[in-house]
């Protein structure tokens, strides 16, 4: 058993790989007066704890959701905002990643981004490359059509290269996609109450779990991700099977 920080305990058959969509900053700023920007700021103070929590509940890597290929829609001032915390994130917290073995793998697009923001989430991921404690995956300018036809693209010019052929199947696409190398994910949480996939992950999540949490991601922690892991623990997946396996034996 796994002991938490308010003594509880949580057994140690759970998931691998946990994604989480951090939904409920805006709605969270909004309840208390204050501009988005302050529920997006409390929700990294959130990615944080959670990030710390993870590995004492048994998991090996995190895929969070931190900006998709729509949020471009959202006002100019607020994207801002946004790509000022992810600077800020991955400046701020590298020294940490890497004292702490957290490997640091960004998915999504590159172009389209600043070019200072590029070249901070390229030194990160490099200096963070041999950490093998945990993995932290954070999906931003990342949509899971995008990276579905991004992986067909690039299977088309190996094709052309001549370096793979025809026919593409299941396991080359998916070698493809930016979460190639990473365990299968295992849960899929989102907060806020919502119950959608909102384009993440999709051919990640084929037989995912999914658990959704009435609570807003600034205020979210290591009890709030226990409860998931516990929910998890308790369900029986069959992987189109008809026989239950536990999570344990699907690992």
């Known amino acids: ?6 003594g509880r305990s949580v057994s140690p058959v759970g998931p691998r790989h946990v994604a989480i969509i951090m939904d409920g900053n805006g709605r969270w700023a909004k309840a208390r007066g204050l501009p988005r920007v302050m529920g997006h700021r409390e929700g990294v103070k959130a990615l944080k704890r959670t990030v710390e929590a993870a590995p004492r509940l048994g998991l090996q890597c995190m895929t969070v959701f931190g900006f998709s290929t729509e949020n471009w829609s959202r006002p100019a001032d607020e994207v801002s905002d946004l790509m000022g915390l992810v600077r800020n994130y991955l400046t701020s917290d590298v020294d940490r990643m890497e004292r702490e073995g957290v490997r640091l793998r960004v998915l999504g697009r590159r172009r389209g981004l600043p070019a200072d923001i590029v070249e901070i989430i390229e030194r990160a991921e490099a200096r963070t490359a041999q950490n093998t404690r ?9 949509g899971g059509r995008a990276d579905i036809v991004d992986a067909v693209h690039r299977h088309v010019e190996l094709v052309m290269a001549g370096e793979i052929r025809w026919p593409l199947v299941e396991k ?3 070698a493809g996609l930016s979460t ?3 365990p299968d994910v295992d849960l899929i949480i989102r907060t806020s109450g919502e119950k959608r996939l909102s384009n993440f992950l999709l051919w990640e999540a084929a037989y995912a779990e999914m658990v959704f949490q009435d609570i ?9 991700l226990a409860e998931a892991v516990v929910a998890f623990g308790a369900r029986e997946r069959r992987f189109g099977g008809v026989e239950a396996r536990t999570a344990m034996a699907a690992g």
């Open 1 to 6: 058993m796994t002991a938490l920080a308010d």
């Open 134 to 142: 945990f993995i932290l995956q954070v999906a931003f300018n990342y």
């Open 172 to 174: 080359t696409l998916g």
């Open 180 to 182: 190639a190398g990473a």
């Open 216 to 224: 807003l991601w600034p205020d979210y922690g290591e009890a709030a």
